[in-house]
């Protein structure tokens, strides 16, 4: 069974930045792509940004580009976000997710939440 666990959410005021990490354990990590979601209250849950089992493919949400950065560390079985220049239009619950392909996930974490303060 594949277990992941999110960390590093919380309050943050806008401008301000946040590391998340999603701890992988149960099977080889480095077999699957990772993925953070974002689900704010009364909207549907959306792809933030994705990673490739090697890291060497990323793909990144508009309303995220140049300000988010997702990597992963194989060895230490971890996926990160840092999140930078915050808006309160980030503010959501935050889920990583795993998948044997880079286009679907099988596996989910049971999210952290990021608040950011106008």
């Known amino acids: 069974q594949v277990q992941l666990v999110e960390s590093g959410g919380g309050l943050v005021q806008a401008g301000g930045s946040l590391r998340l990490s999603c701890a992988v354990s149960g099977r080889t990590f480095s077999l699957y792509a990772m993925g953070w979601f974002r689900q704010a209250p009364g909207k549907e849950r959306e792809l933030v940004t994705r990673?490739?089992?090697?890291?060497?493919?990323?793909y990144y949400a508009d309303s995220v580009k140049g300000r988010f950065t997702i990597s992963r560390d194989n060895a230490k079985n971890t996926v990160y976000l840092q999140m930078n220049n915050l808006k309160p239009e980030d503010a959501a619950v935050y889920y990583c997710?795993?998948?044997?392909?880079?286009?679907?996930?099988?596996?989910w974490g049971q999210g952290t939440q990021v608040t950011v303060s106008s």
């Open positions: 990673i490739s089992w090697s890291g060497g493919r990323t």
């Open positions: 997710a795993a998948g044997d392909t880079y286009f679907s996930y099988s596996y």
